[in-house]
């Protein structure tokens, strides 16, 4: 198991937990986790990537173990902060449901300090959307709330997940998580996150992925279209998996990513050639290649301040399905 070390970040209203793990003088990768999660949704994830990459992934504030209040513009200046921490400014962002829109606001803010992104099961914060969809959206997830009461976050780990295990997982993650602060902070992703900007293109590498069998909003009947107005973007599906597709089929999702990162890090090492629609073959899609950063030597990770923790690993076979 790889070995996890955990910082410290201090907000002025907030301490943010974060861990890191892999060598500290490889290309690094900040994995952000979704609404009412917490950094080991990414274990096996973390597991595969920290041979090869520096891993970094954070508690958001309000969950696991960072404190604070919830906000979403809160919680994209704490990942601002963060990466102020790395040694590099130069980083691959990977981020999944709420934390792919945390990942696509930090990009428009900062994006020469992002090298690729991957926004995985999340909407597009800057579509064009009905003026009362957000409105609409909050009120149901209210009433949900209120109806379902005690059964509410049993609806919402069916929602999530469709493997036992990892609706297990988000049960236990929330078990001391009310029905009120939930749609917080559902509430403050909808109304605060997405903002119509239609001629906003994402200016680096990216990969849009869900799962099969996501059925939250609107993100898989979307993102085929997201993808098709960005240039620099690929859109694949997670055969067998649901809104949390990472946990779903980790196997896919992480043969998916890893592949990516080699494509827009290490482009010259790649020579597969996968299948095109209607049969034959055609070259792979080539991302073209990021630059370093200027300058010397990378900066050392913070020191860790605490002892180093193990991830655990949730493993379910299947298959991937790329487009």
């Given at each position: 198991?790889?070995?996890?070390?955990?910082?410290?970040?201090?907000?002025?209203?907030?301490?943010?937990?974060?861990?890191?793990?892999?060598?500290?003088?490889a290309p690094i990768v900040v994995l952000l986790h979704g609404a009412t999660l917490d950094h080991q949704a990414w274990a096996p994830q973390i597991e595969a990537l920290a041979a090869r990459f520096s891993v970094?992934?954070?508690?958001?504030?309000?969950?696991?173990?960072?404190?604070?209040?919830?906000?979403?513009?809160?919680?994209?200046?704490?990942?601002?902060?963060l990466l102020d921490e790395l040694p590099s400014r130069r980083i691959v962002l990977v981020g999944l449901s709420l934390g792919g829109n945390i990942a696509q606001e930090v990009l428009r803010r900062r994006?020469?300090?992002?090298?690729?992104?991957?926004?995985?099961?999340?909407?597009?914060?800057?579509?064009?959307?009905?003026?009362?969809?957000?409105?609409?959206?909050?009120a149901t997830l209210q009433a949900q709330a209120v109806l379902a009461g005690d059964g509410f976050a049993e609806q919402a780990a069916?929602?999530?997940?469709?493997?036992?295990?990892?609706?297990?997982?988000?049960l236990q993650v929330n078990a001391d998580r009310s029905n009120r602060e939930t749609v917080h902070i559902l509430t403050s992703l909808?109304?605060?996150?997405?903002?119509a900007d239609p001629d906003y293109r994402l200016p680096v590498p990216t990969l849009l992925v869900h799962g099969q069998f996501d059925h939250i909003g609107d993100?898989?009947?979307?993102?085929?279209?997201?993808?098709?107005?960005?240039?620099?973007?690929?859109?694949?599906?997670?055969?067998?998996?649901g809104h949390a597709s990472n946990l779903d089929n980790p196997e896919a999702f992480t043969a998916l990513l890893t592949t990516f990162l080699d494509e827009v890090l290490h482009p010259a090492d790649q020579r597969r050639v996968r299948p095109a629609r209607g049969g034959g073959a055609r070259p792979a899609l080539r991302f073209p290649p990021v630059?370093?950063?200027?300058?010397?030597?990378?900066?050392?990770?913070?020191?860790?301040?605490?002892?180093?923790?193990?991830?655990?690993?949730t493993t379910v076979p299947g298959s991937l399905s790329e487009k």
């Open positions: 198991m790889v070995p996890l070390y955990e910082h410290v970040l201090l907000r002025p209203d907030a301490t943010i937990h974060y861990w890191t793990a892999g060598p500290t003088d970094v992934v954070p508690d958001l504030r309000a969950h696991g173990a960072s404190t604070g209040h919830f906000g979403f513009h809160a919680a994209v200046e704490d990942t601002l902060a994006p020469d300090d992002v090298r690729a992104l991957v926004a995985a099961d999340t909407t597009c914060n800057t579509a064009a959307r009905h003026p009362l969809a957000a409105s609409l959206s909050v069916r929602a999530t997940a469709v493997k036992p295990a990892v609706r297990d997982y988000v909808l109304t605060t996150a997405l903002h993100i898989a009947s979307a993102m085929p279209s997201w993808a098709e107005r960005e240039p620099l973007a690929r859109h694949a599906v997670i055969a067998n998996a630059a370093p950063p200027a300058g010397g030597d990378p900066r050392p990770l913070p020191r860790p301040r605490r002892r180093p923790r193990q991830p655990g690993a």
